[in-house]
Structures are given as C-alpha cells and as structure tokens.
C-alpha cells in the first residue's frame, strides 16, 4: 500500500521538528529535521524538479512519524541522536552526516586555549556543546573573544611568537604570549569563561546590564547600543538545548483522546538525551479522557510481553490517574529497583513533556484525517442519518467570546480526505448583545449562506450546529430566509452529563432525535465540532489581542513599568522579547510563567 501523503500533508504541523520515513517494513530508511515540518516534507512530494536519489527514497516510503520540538535547534540535536541510533541508509547518501561540533578548553596548558571541536573528544580538557552548526560555534568563539580574550590560536603558533599578533591589536586577546598578562589574571578569564559555557552567567549578564545603563545616563549611545547587542547575543548563545540535559533515564508519556481514538507518544530519554520517540494507537473502547487511556494501556506497555528489561528509573505522564501508585510499585517490583511515576514536574522535564504532548496531538489529528478511516466514519454517518449517498462537503459552526468580549464565530469545513483548512472561515460579530449566542449565530450563518447562495463558494451536504432545539431553530429560520432547502441541518445536543459519546444528533427535517448514534459516525462529529471549537477560540484570542500586539508591552495584563525595564534591560530590545521563547521570558526577574505566557501570546497570536 503507497504512502498516502495528501492526507498526511494535510494535517502537519508548521512547527519545528524531526521526521522519520520508514519502508514497508517499519524499518526508518531517513531521518531529517525542519524548520517547517510541513514545507520540509511537503518538498519531497513535489510533481517534478527531485533529483534522482530522492525520488528513489520517496518511492519507498510506507509511513512516517514526527516529532515536534519547541526549536530548529533541538530538532538539530534529536536529529543527530536518531542517525547515530538508526543509521538510516538514505541518510548516508542525502546528508552531511558529520558530527556536531563542540566547544573545546584545554586544561593542561598554563595558558589554555578555546577552539572549535569536532569529532572524537581525545583531547585533555572540557567539551561545550553540542553545538547546531560550525557557524554557531564560531559566534560563540567570536563572542567569547571580545568578553573574555581567552586566546583562541594553535599550541604552535603561540609558542613561537615574539610580539603580540593582530588579536592583541583590535582588543580580542590579553597576549599571554608575550607576558602581558599574568597566569593569575589569565586563569580568571579562563574561569569566566567556563562559567559562561556551563550557563552559570548570570553576574556577567548583571555586569552588562549595568554597564548598558551607565553608558545610556552618560549619553554614549553608540557604546550603550554595543553592549545591548552583546547581551542579545548572549540570550540567544544562551538558548536552552531541550533534547540534551543532565544524565537523566526516563520515559516521558504523554496521551491524546478525540473522537474516540487516542495516541500516546512516549519519548525515550537516557543519560539525558532524547534518544528516539514512538506514537501508539491503542484500542480504549471503554476511555473517554486521557486519564482513562493511560490507566489502560500503560499496564499494557511496561507490563505485558517480554516485562520491558529496559524499564527507565523514572515514568513521567502527562495526567494522573487512577492506580497510578499501584503501577509504579509493580514496575519497581519488576525491574527489582525503585521506578518513580511522576505527573508534576518542572523544568527540563516540563519541557520535555510539553514536546511529548505537542507531538501526541499532532499524530491523533494525522490519524484521524486519514483516508481509510475518513472512509468507515463518512459510511456511518450517511447510514445514521438516511442519506443516500456520502457527504462530499459537511460545515460546523461555534461561537468563542470571552464575556461578551471579542466575539468570533468559527466555520470549518470537511470533505472525504477530512479538514479543508483553505475553506475555513472566521467571522468578527458585531452589533449583538454580549452573551447572546443565538444572535451570534444567526448573524454568522446569514453572513455565510448569503454569500453561498450568491455562488461565491460550494454548499455543503450537512450543516452541523453544536446545540440542541433553540440552536437548531436559529438555523433553520436563516437558511429558510435565505431559500436554502436543499441541505442536512443537525444540530449536536450534548447529553445532561456534558460527557462526550452521549450527544444526541436531531435532525432538522423530520425532527428525529437520535439518542445513541453509531460510535464511527459520532466520532466524526465529535471531531468536525472540536475543530470549530478550536478554530474559534484561535479567532477570539487574536482578535482580542490584535490591541495589544500592535502597542508592544503597554497594554499586556501584569506587564508594569518595572517589568518592562527588567524586560528591556534582559534582553536588549522588543525584538529579542518578541523572538523570545516562554522558557526565556520566565528567565528574567518577576516574570512568572502566567505572565510570561501572556506576553509569548501576545507576540505570536495564540
């Protein structure tokens, strides 16, 4: 069976992150990293222009799998860890397969030296890195050369000189060649910079900070402006390298559920590294939340089959759970050591749990939008509500506001391959009173269907209202308005629980309620309503914000004149806060993380 690429491309992410292709035989003949995953992957599929080594790997594609990271830098560092754990063979012939560079200080010399390292680590010193390319290395070095002048010159060039070179000249190095430096003065430099490339920077940063201020009160701009961009530089040398820290053994799990299909991803994680990921779709017929999934299948995974002798010395999930104890002293019992089952976790492994749960909900989406499975949910649907013929075309309607606040309404769209993104569309309501959703809704679908009926786009073949009869009764007046009768009306009434699986489907025509739909038909639905309820909610949040994008930091919520400073003074400018990560913001003094997401937010509209 060829790889379905349409439906795959369909829903990807534009988000960072490394893909894997496999053959028809689960074996991973590629690994690779983008920027863009889906204008990465997407260029493989392309009708002409491949060259030929590529057109014979794509010719053996059979499956692929994501991960998402936060970063193209640590998509670079997962990358690295998942050729050296596969060796696909494709990645020999279509990549520089080199190892990634390091940092590397001498300890043996009376006067050590910094360079760029790459390859075995035989040398007698200390390793930085890994580093993402040659080129960032050499920032690092051309960086560490201005603040410190640590030399940076060959053992043989150094001993052999009688006068300080060009470095000594344009101020980049102390010239311990020569003796202008003491062996005391010189080990402190060297000690700066080990304490810069081990992150422990802080009162270099402090001292830069205060120089850039003394510098501004004193009217020399143009000094102040080097040392802002010294310390933009330093944020972004800085920048937290996610797939590698500490020493660390864990499997990091997370867990998916929509329309009744779930995924977990677990991220394999030893010494630290991110060493590989893997996306199951296990069979919960009897879940219906994520807690509910993990309390099934992680007894599945780690307890059954051949007892895991790899078992990790600690299990972070991404919900608790009933029997979560209980698991944690069977696996310890197992591996016959202690094996910790954490939910509530912080810093590295926070982050590590965001990339898990980022990439599980990608792959559900992926799933779900998949052609065969498109297939048996569009056959249930039409034998649930009588059809006679598939739906080609189907619509669903929500409403997000807050408080009256910021009102959007939402329409997307599916046909047979699953979500039409191109076809979605917003609506900024205007002129309703606040709350009033009946009026929202109407003056959305009269907004839409007076468009459709003048031919500006396609009707569909079912209309989905999420709401029960009052709901329903607001479409029905619009479309009969507007002498629409020749489409499906339902309208989605969730049961008195809220709980989903228990909506009930009524059917505008004949007024039929159907109590217990078909579980492949309502799964479908249940997934075209998530879509509008999170299509909304997007639209909501970027227009209520759109204000407050467009005056910087004035008008964030906690955002005061003293964090404004502290922000400013961290990072050297608006432009590095926008390019800023949550991690980095929460970073500089007083910022939490519910302030820090609200300026994130603010700047990139989600």
């Known amino acids: 069976m060829s790889f379905d690429h349409s439906a795959f491309l369909a829903s ?62 640590e998509a670079l560092l997962l990358e690295n860890n998942l050729i050296k754990q596969y060796q696909p063979n494709y990645n020999v012939l279509l990549r520089d397969d080199k190892s990634y560079p390091y940092i590397f200080l001498s300890d043996r010399d009376q006067y050590p030296r910094l360079a760029l390292h790459r390859g075995p680590k035989r040398q007698k010193g200390a390793y930085f890195g890994p580093f993402p390319s040659k080129y960032a290395v050499r920032e690092s070095l051309g960086f560490l050369q201005k603040v410190f002048k640590v030399r940076q010159c060959d053992d043989s060039f150094f001993r052999n000189r009688s006068r300080p070179c060009l470095q000594h000249q344009i101020k980049r190095c102390s010239a311990p060649c020569v003796g202008l430096i003491s062996p005391e003065q010189y080990a402190a430099d060297v000690e700066k910079t080990q304490l810069y490339l081990q992150g422990k920077s802080s009162r270099l940063m402090r001292s830069l900070e205060q120089e850039m201020e003394r510098a501004a009160e004193s009217l020399q701009f143009e000094q102040a402006a080097e040392f802002r961009d010294q310390i933009s530089a330093l944020r972004q040398i800085q920048a937290e390298q996610v797939i590698e820290q500490g020493i660390a053994t864990i499997d990091v799990i997370s867990a998916a559920y929509a329309g009744g299909s779930a995924c977990v991803h677990v991220l394999f994680v030893r010494q630290g590294k991110v060493l590989g990921s893997r996306s199951y779709y296990p069979k919960v017929p009897l879940a219906d939340s994520v807690a509910e999934v993990l309390e099934q299948f992680l007894p599945a995974l780690y307890l059954t089959g051949d007892g895991r002798p790899d078992l990790p010395k600690e299990l972070i999930v991404s919900d608790p759970f009933e029997g979560q104890q209980a698991l944690a002293e069977a696996l310890t019992a197992l591996a016959g050591r202690q094996v910790a089952l954490r939910h509530q976790v912080r810093a590295v492994r926070s982050k590590w749990l965001q990339l898990a749960q980022r990439t599980a909900n990608h792959n559900l989406a992926a799933k779900l939008a998949s052609k065969e499975n498109m297939q048996q949910r569009l056959e249930a649907l039409a034998q649930e509500l009588q059809l006679d013929e598939l739906p080609n075309r189907m619509e669903c309607f929500d409403i997000s506001h807050s408080s009256g606040e910021a009102v959007v309404a939402s329409c997307v769209v599916f046909d047979g391959n699953g979500p039409l993104k191109s076809d979605y569309r917003r609506f900024n309501i205007d002129g309703v009173t606040a709350g009033d959703d009946y009026a929202a809704m109407e003056q959305a679908l009269r907004r839409r269907y007076a468009r459709l009926v003048n031919g500006e786009g396609r009707m569909p073949d079912i209309l989905f209202i999420d709401g029960g009869k009052g709901q329903l009764g607001v479409a029905q007046r619009v479309l009969a308005d507007l002498g629409v009768n020749d489409l499906c009306l339902v309208g989605v009434a969730k049961g008195v629980t809220r709980k989903p699986g228990l909506e009930t489907l009524i059917v505008a025509d004949s007024g039929r309620e159907i109590v217990r739909p078909a579980q492949a038909a309502l799964h479908l639905i249940q997934q075209i309503r998530d879509e509008a309820h999170r299509f909304a909610i997007t639209g909501h949040k970027q227009r209520r914000d759109k204000k407050r994008s467009s005056s910087g930091l004035q008008d964030i919520p906690g955002v005061g004149p003293q964090r404004r400073r502290d922000l400013l003074k961290y990072f050297g400018g608006l432009q590095e806060i926008k390019r800023a990560s949550v991690a980095d913001l929460m970073k500089v003094a007083n910022i939490n993380k519910k302030v820090a997401e609200a300026i994130y937010s603010t700047f990139h509209n989600q």
């Open 12 to 73: 990807l992410t534009e988000r960072p992150g490394v893909y894997q292709m496999l053959d028809s035989d689960g074996v991973v003949i590629y690994v690779g990293k983008a920027k863009n995953l889906k204008r990465r992957v997407a260029s493989y599929f392309r009708r002409s222009g491949l060259a030929p080594k590529t057109r014979a790997l794509v010719a053996r594609i059979a499956a692929m799998q994501v991960t998402i990271t936060e970063t193209e830098t």
